[in-house]
């Protein structure tokens, strides 16, 4: 699964998505997140956190954070670098950047169809 990479002061997280992730930590933030992904933009403290919640989760690092933990890590001067790092983990986890992985031109040693 490929990952986006957050980088704060207190370490660095690996954040990917994926929909039991996401529907788990509704439950947990009390929250519509999946409405929340879709605009990033206009989203409310609740669901910020745990949208990080369930992106730490689906690769979670040796000790895995807590809902709590998740919203310490977003302040005034992380804010910014938290929303980015989770737009793309949201475009990682779509089919379009699947997509965006396919080369524009063949492979040296690929045979050429003709």
Excluded: H, W
Aim: hydrophobic share 50%; with cysteine; net charge negative.
């Amino acid at each position: 699964m490929k990952t986006a990479q957050l980088v704060l002061p207190e370490g660095t997280l690996e954040l990917a998505y994926d929909f039991n992730a996401i529907a788990d930590a509704e439950e947990i933030a009390g929250c519509n997140l999946l409405a929340a992904l879709e605009n990033l933009s206009d989203i409310s403290a609740n669901q910020l956190r745990g949208l990080l919640y369930a992106a730490a989760v689906v690769t979670p690092p040796a000790v895995r954070p807590t809902l709590v933990e998740c919203g310490e890590m977003i302040r005034l001067d992380t804010i910014a670098t938290v929303t980015m790092a989770l737009a793309d983990a949201y475009k990682l986890a779509t089919p379009a950047a699947a997509l965006a992985d396919v080369p524009d031109t063949p492979a040296a040693d690929a045979p050429v169809l003709s």
